[in-house]
């Protein structure tokens, strides 16, 4: 299976070499998930471990290939190298082993691990590939949630991606300590909320994500919060990327007020976008704006031309 997998991996037209990285990296997490799932793409995300030093690390690889490094835990030593469309996470290893770090992962789903050496093997100390099998998202522990509270909401973004069933364990893990995942970075939580409104799944997760509670710091108070979330059953007319385009925002626009939109980092842009949005969903009249006068309809056709079908 590990040599399968590392076929799949198409490691020669990865961005950096294998051989520069340091003796005991490993692959874990994302691509390894999406290989046995069938989902791999074309430039997957890589999430390596490696010994130690993971910042400095991606520094490096970012001068050298002109890309971009970004720190995302400077405490838990993670950073991110963006460079040719690919995207690739370091992080120092938890423990003195790689499954000792893989006993300290999140789901899972996520605890799987292949070392990259010319010996390539494959650990799953956790049950991560049954699970996957099974299309089921579980903790590997409640404290490993707790320890990073963003993993509560990693859950569900992992779940609309992947369509996946929710163990009920981790389910009541998540609802029990939604109120903990204003303790992880703003930017970290908006980055896991970009990927969760895009997803296939969202629809059957929106409701979770408002029902546990997890983004009450935030959330829109405003009426379209009591409205049904924006879905693609909705959208059945509207061509895929007309529905890429408006179902991302309208989402958000539906999930988080303007002031938790600014809390969370998103851009001036998208904040710009989202309370456009609002100001003509709170004017909506429920007859497709017949109230409008020709003005106003002029006003509603410039100010979401770019953003709606």
């Known amino acids: 299976l590990a040599k399968a997998i590392w076929e799949r991996l198409c490691p020669e037209g990865w961005p950096l070499r294998i051989q520069e990285l340091p003796e005991g990296t490993a692959l874990v997490g994302g691509a390894l998930r999406d290989v046995l799932l069938g989902e791999l793409q074309v430039k997957p995300d890589l999430d390596l471990v490696?010994?130690?030093q993971a910042i400095e690390l991606s520094r490096s690889f970012a001068q050298k290939l002109g890309g971009k490094s970004v720190t995302l835990d400077f405490d838990r030593?993670?950073?991110r190298l963006v460079v040719r469309g690919w995207t690739i996470d370091f992080a120092s290893r938890l423990g003195a082993t790689l499954e000792e770090d893989l006993w300290r992962r999140d789901f899972r789903l996520n605890a799987i691990g292949l070392t990259l050496d010319s010996n390539s093997r494959?650990?799953?100390p956790t049950g991560g590939i049954p699970d996957l099998f099974a299309?089921?998202?579980t903790a590997v522990s409640e404290q490993n949630l707790l320890e990073d509270p963003l993993r509560l909401l990693r859950g569900l973004r992992l779940m609309a991606q992947h369509q996946l069933s929710l163990e009920s364990e981790t389910r009541i893990a998540i609802r029990t300590h939604a109120a903990m995942l204003p303790m992880a970075a703003p930017e970290r939580i908006q980055s896991e909320l970009k990927l969760l409104v895009t997803a296939n799944s969202a629809d059957e997760v929106m409701p979770l994500l408002k029902g546990y509670g997890l983004l009450d710091l935030w959330k829109n108070t405003g009426k379209s919060f009591d409205t049904p979330a924006p879905s693609l059953r909705n959208a059945k007319d509207f061509f895929s990327v007309e529905k890429s385009l408006a179902l991302p925002l309208a989402r958000l626009t539906h999930l988080l007020s303007d002031?938790?939109?600014?809390?969370?980092?998103?851009?001036r842009r998208e904040c710009q976008r989202c309370k456009t949005l609002r100001k003509w969903q709170d004017r909506y009249d429920g007859f497709a704006f017949k109230s409008l006068d020709e003005?106003?309809?002029l006003q509603l056709h410039q100010d979401l031309e770019n953003d709606l079908p």
Not at 259 to 267: E, P, T, V, Y
């Open 50 to 52: 490696v010994p130690t």
């Open 77 to 79: 030593d993670m950073a």
């Open 122 to 124: 494959l650990y799953d």
């Open 135 to 137: 299309k089921r998202l």
């Open 259 to 267: 002031d938790g939109l600014a809390k969370l980092r998103f851009s």
């Open 295 to 297: 003005s106003d309809l």
